[in-house]
């Protein structure tokens, strides 16, 4: 078994960072899981085993490890390299919208480009100004009603939530063991009031409401990519990547459903990420609108109320146009 052994001039933060970086950057790791490149996941992890803050300053580059932390050093630098884990699962932690939230085994590790539109309130696809007139005017005063399906850790719920100080948001899952961890971050964002976490296979346990946003990051991952992906993505839940029908099961699901789910003035916000191709040729008369992202990623498109009711007789008969779906 190949072991990892500081060396002896190593002993500050800085010191081991610089080290650590060069040992990553000789072996096969991919980083796309919290970080894009040796030396940031190298200070990420480096301060996690020194117990330094994620965002530690210059001041901290010159602390001396103790023993005890240089062994957490060596331990880690095998559950990196060898076991090709993911920084944020050994951490624990993962970072989405500025926000911290607790990983697992369980739940993917939060990366989705949706975080860009959520700070934009969704605009200038939902009129939330718009929607903040209007429900002003009403005796009701109803919250806004999001919907999160396929929520995972809960991310995007939480960042929605934390965005519409004035949302209710319904973050829901198949899997359990992601919704226990859902509801650890809802309680740590403290948005239990306003954040319910639900069990369901998509819409089958949910309550008959309307939404006013559906936002979505479901599995879309094809097994001909999922065989294809470097050994970190192996340590995610399978079920979170893979989606049958050329990866877009669950996005059809969502389509078909939206129609008796969306407000009258909502809109639905799916990323298919690689399957944005195939889902435009099955339905090539219909107006995605495909989103670019200044911080990068793609494969996420808009549809509002009124498309979907447009197109709803499409999406209900997708088996029969696909064929082989």
């Known amino acids: 078994m190949k072991m990892f052994s500081i060396p002896v001039q190593c002993k500050s933060l800085h010191d081991i960072i610089v080290w650590v970086e060069q040992l990553f950057q000789k072996n096969n790791l991919y980083f796309g899981h919290g970080t894009d490149n040796a030396l940031d996941e190298a200070a990420w ?18 602390y001396v490890l103790t ?12 559950q990196r390299i060898i076991d090709k884990q993911p920084a944020a699962y050994i951490t624990g932690t993962a970072y989405f919208f500025g926000l911290e ?12 480009p949706v975080a860009e539109l959520i700070a934009e309130h969704f605009s200038p696809w939902f009129d939330y ?17 999001i919907l999160d399906m396929c929520t995972g850790s809960g991310c995007i719920a939480i960042a929605c939530a934390t965005v519409f100080k004035n949302a209710n948001v319904d973050a ?14 809802i309680k740590k964002h403290n948005l239990t009031s306003r954040v319910n976490a639900i069990c369901s296979d998509m819409f089958e346990a949910l309550p008959q409401k309307r939404y006013d946003i559906i936002v ?30 050329k990866g877009l ?7 078909q459903q939206a129609f008796y789910y969306l407000a009258d003035d909502g809109i639905v916000v799916i990323e298919v990420g690689n399957s944005a191709q195939t889902l435009q040729q099955y339905f090539p008369d219909i107006p995605f609108t495909w989103l670019e992202f200044e911080s990068g990623g793609d494969g996420v498109f808009v549809l509002d109320a009124t498309q979907i009711r447009q197109y709803h007789a499409q999406f209900k008969n997708i088996n029969n146009m696909a ?3």
């Open 249 to 255: 099961q669950f996005a059809i699901t969502i389509l």
């Open 67 to 78: 023993p005890e932390q240089r062994e957490k050093v060596t331990a880690v630098l095998h």
């Open 45 to 62: 992890l480096i301060a996690y085993c020194a117990d330094k803050p994620v965002d530690f300053t210059d001041n901290d580059l010159g």
């Open 101 to 112: 939230f607790t990983v697992n085994e369980h739940v993917l590790i939060p990366r989705s």
């Open 323 to 325: 064929g082989d779906l």
């Open 216 to 245: 979505s990051n479901p599995p879309y991952v094809t097994q001909s990519e999922i065989d294809q992906l470097p050994d970190e993505y192996h340590k995610e839940p399978e079920s979170g990547l893979f989606a049958a029908n």
């Open 129 to 145: 100004t718009g929607w903040l007139n209007k429900s002003s005017q009403s005796e009701t005063n109803k919250p806004l009603a």
């Open 172 to 185: 829901v899952d198949i899997s359990e063991p992601a919704l226990q961890v859902a509801n650890i971050n």
